[in-house]
């Protein structure tokens, strides 16, 4: 007391509040006094806090990125202050309260979150936390249900205000040691739709139906015990849909689109890693599978054989063959594993998608049920087809020469995108009688050329077997 009133007597009070800031500096400098600090105030507080911090290792807390949608919805509500942002992430403007501490109750329970780190200073991502403040008389039911509730609510958020994004992979060489960037992204701005989609009506819904059920099928496969995955295989012609189709499934199902380079990947041990850095609840694509990667039939014992230059072709085949090998080791074996295998658990509500132009070169054991689950072939355009196109570039339901491009539809092979293209008014200055008579003479042309070639083959195809005959006669000696 003689101390205490002798130093307020003889020193200043701005110099007293220095001296005590200076004491109090010090001693919070020895970790044993800090620690004894902490230990008083918590016996005392009948307060419980539980901190999420926003990396977990290497990898970014998911609950952290869920408490962070939920709280900055919830802040939103009642909060006068507010600061908005773009999220790269995010398809509209997200709005966040400009305060540290939001306040939230749950079944009667009053409780806080509060963003950390508290000193303003510090702009290491690494540092940022959610504290959750709360009495120790609803422990139970924080850390039960309401912590669920959190969780869950943040995800729904989370997916309502999402962007889709279209993800390419990076080659190896672009890997760095601290910081793998495996995936490229940009924004997904394709507005493809199923009801724009030119195909058959029925098949068409036959595909919304099984996406939409595998979507919300979790707790079936579950109970299964099988992995919450599927395959789509979808073939045809070049111009038929394919690519058109993936992106109506994304936007169908609000899913991001990761296109798998294939060419890229060095080998079955970087395939993997690719894998598991894929969100959960994305479509997975790899276009032109018989182009990118040895997956032919090559496990088929019988193979047709050619009468000439087997030999060099054999050969050249080979040497190609090697030379894809020093350069990229994926193999079938890897890609099975891939889609079908322990790895592809590691996410859940992931669709595989494979395209390509020649269904029958591809192995048997690749496109197999299970892995491949549904085979959509995109064809030729057909009338039901040309009534979507009509609508959609012509605004048209119905006109008189419908009956003849229905006609000449059915006799023409000729692809939708071919038919879109004399849909298109060109500047403008095209009516629509005069797209659909476009059409027509491009359909009567297409008509005329192939009524042509098959005839020369036929003609070809007799002279061949004649001369055969001559050959096997003896008549006639092979050159």
Same mark, same amino acid.
């Given at each position: 007391?003689? +101390?205490?009133?002798?130093?307020?007597?003889?020193?200043?009070?701005?110099? #007293?509040?220095?001296?005590?800031?200076?004491?109090?500096?010090?001693?919070?400098?020895?970790?044993?006094?800090?620690?004894?600090?902490?230990?008083?105030?918590?016996?005392?507080?009948?307060?419980?806090?539980?901190?999420?911090? %926003?990396?977990?290792?290497?990898?970014?807390?998911?609950?952290?990125?869920?408490?962070?949608?939920?709280?900055?919805?919830?802040?939103?509500?009642?909060?006068?202050?507010?600061?908005?942002?773009?999220?790269?992430? /995010?398809?509209?403007?997200?709005?966040?309260?400009?305060?540290?501490?939001?306040?939230?109750?749950?079944?009667? +329970?009053?409780?806080?979150?509060?963003?950390?780190?508290? !000193?303003?200073?510090?702009?290491?991502?690494?540092?940022?936390?959610?504290?959750?403040?709360?009495? #120790?008389?609803?422990?139970?039911?924080?850390?039960?249900?309401?912590?669920?509730?959190?969780?869950? %609510?943040?995800?729904?958020?989370? +997916?309502?205000?999402?962007?889709?994004?279209?993800?390419?992979?990076?080659?190896?060489?672009?890997?760095?040691?601290?910081?793998?960037?495996?995936?490229?992204?940009?924004?997904?701005?394709?507005?493809?739709?199923?009801?724009?989609?030119?195909?058959?009506?029925?098949?068409?819904?036959?595909?919304?139906?099984?996406?939409?059920?595998?979507? &919300?099928?979790?707790?079936?496969?579950?109970?299964?015990?099988?992995?919450?995955?599927?395959?789509?295989?979808?073939?045809?012609?070049?111009?038929?849909? $394919?690519?058109?189709?993936?992106?109506?499934?994304?936007?169908?199902?609000?899913y991001d689109i990761y296109d798998l380079e294939l060419t890229t990947v060095y080998d079955n041990t970087e395939l993997r890693k690719l894998l598991t850095e894929t969100s959960s609840k994305s479509i997975i694509v790899v276009e032109d599978i018989d182009c990118t990667l040895d997956v032919t039939s090559h496990r088929k014992k019988e193979r047709e054989k050619s009468n000439e230059n087997l030999g060099?072709?054999?050969? &050249?085949? $080979?040497?190609?063959?090697?030379?894809?090998?020093?350069?990229?080791?994926?193999?079938?074996?890897?890609?099975?594993?891939?889609?079908?295998?322990?790895? /592809?658990?590691?996410?859940?509500?992931?669709?595989?998608?494979?395209?390509?132009?020649?269904?029958?070169?591809?192995?048997?054991?690749?496109? #197999?049920?299970?892995?491949?689950?549904?085979?959509?072939?995109? /064809?030729?355009?057909? @009338?039901?087809?040309f009534k979507t196109l009509a609508k959609n570039y012509l605004d048209l339901d119905s006109n008189d020469l419908f009956e003849k491009i229905g006609i000449l539809l059915e006799e023409t092979d000729i692809t939708p995108a071919d038919v879109a293209e004399y849909l298109i008014p060109k500047l403008g200055k095209k009516d629509p009688d005069s797209c659909l008579e476009s059409l027509i003479q491009a359909?009567?042309?297409?008509?005329? &050329? !192939? %009524?042509?070639?098959?005839?020369?083959?036929? #003609?070809?195809?007799?002279?061949?077997?004649? @001369?055969?005959?001559?050959?096997?006669?003896?008549?006639?000696?092979?050159?």
């Open positions: 007391m003689f +101390a205490l009133a002798t130093i307020q007597q003889f020193f200043p009070h701005q110099l #007293r509040v220095t001296l005590e800031e200076f004491v109090l500096a010090t001693l919070q400098q020895f970790y044993f006094v800090q620690k004894f600090c902490d230990k008083l105030v918590s016996f005392f507080s009948p307060y419980v806090q539980i901190k999420f911090p %926003e990396y977990s290792g290497y990898s970014r807390n998911q609950a952290y990125s869920a408490i962070e949608s939920y709280v900055g919805a919830k802040s939103t509500t009642k909060a006068s202050q507010l600061k908005g942002s773009l999220v790269k992430s /995010s398809k509209a403007l997200v709005l966040t309260r400009d305060e540290s501490k939001v306040s939230d109750e749950f079944n009667g +329970a009053k409780l806080w979150w509060v963003l950390g780190p508290s !000193s303003s200073t510090s702009s290491d991502s690494e540092d940022k936390y959610y504290q959750l403040i709360f009495h #120790r008389s609803h422990r139970e039911l924080i850390t039960g249900p309401y912590l669920e509730y959190v969780v869950q %609510e943040g995800k729904a958020i989370k +997916a309502k205000n999402k962007r889709i994004r279209l993800y390419t992979n990076n080659p190896s060489d672009n890997w760095s040691y601290y910081k793998k960037n495996l995936w490229s992204d940009i924004p997904f701005e394709n507005p493809a739709r199923f009801e724009t989609l030119a195909m058959d009506p029925k098949k068409k819904e036959e595909i919304i139906n099984d996406l939409v059920t595998f979507s &919300n099928a979790k707790e079936y496969y579950t109970k299964l015990g099988k992995p919450w995955k599927r395959g789509y295989l979808l073939y045809g012609p070049p111009g038929t849909g $394919k690519s058109t189709m993936i992106a109506a499934m994304a936007n169908l199902l609000h060099n072709d054999m050969n &050249n085949k $080979k040497e190609k063959k090697s030379a894809v090998e020093k350069s990229n080791k994926v193999t079938l074996s890897g890609l099975l594993n891939f889609i079908d295998g322990t790895w /592809s658990a590691c996410g859940t509500g992931r669709i595989f998608v494979f395209t390509t132009n020649h269904v029958n070169k591809l192995d048997p054991a690749l496109i #197999r049920r299970g892995r491949m689950d549904m085979h959509i072939e995109l /064809s030729y355009c057909r @009338f039901e087809a359909l009567e042309d297409a008509k005329e &050329n !192939s %009524e042509l070639t098959t005839n020369e083959g036929k #003609r070809r195809l007799k002279g061949k077997r004649f @001369f055969t005959r001559l050959i096997k006669k003896g008549w006639l000696l092979q050159s």
